[in-house]
């Protein structure tokens, strides 16, 4: 829980006993910092975007905590002029001409906070999530009702109408605005990444020579792109940890490396996101300024996301030596499902993740490998708003973090097409990487197995549900249901039932892919002992060296 709370603040700036007791609620380690609804992200984009434009911030976007919350997400910010930015946003309606401000955008004091909202005409509002939200906290002794009160009475001095309080009911407008005119409609095709970058304002300064960013959006012809002006002094541009935390899914953003060019003045990296939802490229642009006096250049600080040490001047992270020919270092286990076992490829890659993740607690490097699946019926672009001409760029697969583990335990995952150069050069990588490799097939069922599986794996084993089986063969007019009377039908032996299992589960299939093992997948409320019929069942099946009960 150290190890986790310490990668979460490091990027969030919220305090370690915050981000433990947030922490303490999950029963999944693998999204340390939550994810927002599609409403909730687009209120945090907008904010986003007003914040990422101000000058003279001395923490990125002029955040110093962003507090993921169950009702939404809470900001503390740095200056007076960080929250006036935000003001800007505010909708107003003037004498004549358009409206100014984001229309649909609320703000109230509560309590001593601002709370940021939208109104339900302005997105899709969705019965399983609360409306949006996002509270601004300002910098310490600032009264935040006493600068909304001096904005409000600038706006309407100046002859407007304000048009932010959410307790004054607002039609919405009778036609759609212009898209160029309507940031509402321009952000909510990329608003997962504006938000994912709220959210972690303090990835930039623990890179080194953190001197400013600025974030901006631009139009794109796929929709739109989020860019980032890092300016950096002395120093390197530090992209390798950057990429490594963007990259990263269970903190960072998840996203996937397109480019990355440097110079000796400037780097630029551009990077495509993982969700189909999201429509919009991350472009970070660092560049030189002059040396600030000497002692003030910020260094880098240990990202524990990463794996960083106390010295984060560590050699990149890269590959383990390969061993000579003949000589396997790990071992490649491949999970597999019987024709008619209904646990699927998506279950197998779940029941993978599980043992995996178990192992890598123990100290293991796990490496799992699953084969991209068919396409086919997959047809146009659903999310493309009307106004694209373009699809999002796609970046090829690489290696992703699962899980943290505690040293040296790793826990990562690779989709690969299905193909067999890539599935052989994806697994001859991953055993000179790893010390136990997880193979998931493309499709569920064996005979349609690629034909190059049939030797990638050491280890074959077949995953199936412990449900009950067949102890007789019922009279006419009865069912088996879970009755075991013998006077309901004719009794069968362990032998005998396990022959009808293995004919109607597995059929020709054990003959030509021989197995290694069997796993049996129980329900949660069953906690009954293997018996001889779970034995003689899985000698059946084919496996021949151990068996595991799950």
């Known amino acids: 829980m150290d190890q986790l709370s310490n990668a979460a603040c490091q990027l969030t700036g919220e305090s370690l006993e915050d981000a433990r007791r947030r922490l303490d609620g999950l029963d999944r380690f693998d999204q340390l910092v939550p994810g927002p609804s599609g409403e909730q992200a687009l209120l945090e984009a907008v904010l986003a975007s007003a914040l990422g434009s101000v000058d003279g911030q001395t923490r990125p976007f002029g955040v110093r905590e962003a507090k993921p919350v169950k009702e939404g997400l809470i900001l503390r910010l740095e200056r007076p002029v960080d929250v006036h930015s935000l003001f800007g946003l505010l909708p107003c309606r003037t ?95 990329s608003c997962s990444m504006g938000s994912d970058l709220l959210r972690r304002p303090r990835l930039w300064d623990s890179l080194t020579g953190y001197a400013g960013v600025r974030l901006s959006t631009e139009m794109a012809d796929h929709g739109l792109d989020w860019s980032i002006e890092r300016q950096v002094a002395g120093g390197g541009f530090d992209e390798d940890r950057l990429i490594e935390v963007l990259e990263d899914r269970i903190v960072g953003l998840g996203l996937r490396l397109l480019n990355h060019a440097c110079g000796p003045e400037g780097c630029t990296v551009r990077m495509a996101p993982r969700s189909p939802g999201c429509r919009g490229v991350l472009t970070i642009r660092s560049s030189r300024v002059p040396v600030s006096p000497a002692g003030s250049i910020p260094g880098p600080r240990p990202l524990t996301a990463i794996g960083d040490g106390r010295n984060v001047s560590r050699p990149r992270r890269g590959e383990r030596g390969t061993e000579p020919d003949g000589m396997k270092r790990s071992c490649v286990v491949q999970l597999v499902d019987a024709p008619s076992g209904g646990v699927g490829r998506d279950h197998l890659a779940r029941v993978a993740q599980r043992i995996a993740a178990a192992w890598a607690a123990r100290g293991l490097a796990v490496g799992l490998l699953a084969v991209e699946g068919s396409t086919m019926g997959l047809f146009g672009d659903p999310g493309r708003p009307e106004w694209a001409t373009a699809s999002v760029p796609k970046a090829g697969s690489r290696w992703m973090r699962l899980r943290l583990a505690p040293p040296p335990g790793q826990l990562w995952s690779l989709t690969v097409p299905n193909t067999s150069e890539a599935i052989s050069a994806a697994l001859q990588h991953a055993r000179s990487a790893f010390d136990q490799v997880f193979l998931i097939g493309a499709y569920d069922g064996w005979m349609q197995e690629v034909a190059s599986l049939k030797w990638a794996a050491d280890l074959r084993i077949l995953v199936h549900h412990a449900r009950p089986f067949q102890r007789l063969i019922p009279f006419p007019g009865k069912t088996t249901g879970k009755t075991t009377h013998a006077n309901d039908g004719v009794p069968l032996t362990p032998a005998e039932s396990a022959v009808q299992w293995r004919s109607e589960h597995l059929g020709r299939s054990v003959c030509t892919h021989p197995l290694d093992g069997l796993l049996l997948l129980t329900e949660s409320d069953e906690a009954a002992a293997p018996d001889e019929f779970d034995w003689v069942r899985f000698l059946s099946s084919g496996a021949c060296d151990q068996a595991v009960r799950a």
Do not use: K, N, Y
């Not at 649909?104 to 997105?123: E, I, K, N, S, Y």
């Not at 999530?129 to 300002?138: E, F, I």
């Open 95 to 189: 004498r004549t001409g358009p409206w100014r401000g984001v229309r649909g955008l609320t703000v109230q004091m509560d309590g001593a906070r601002l709370r940021f909202g939208l109104r339900p005409w302005a997105f899709e509002a969705s019965w399983r999530s609360p409306a949006p939200a996002v509270w601004v906290t300002g910098p310490h002794g600032e009264d935040l009702s006493a600068l909304l009160a001096a904005h409000t009475g600038q706006v309407t001095a100046s002859g407007h109408v304000a048009q932010w309080d959410p307790l004054r009911e607002e039609r919405g407008p009778g036609r759609r605005e212009p898209v160029e005119r309507s940031l509402l409609r321009r952000l909510i095709v």
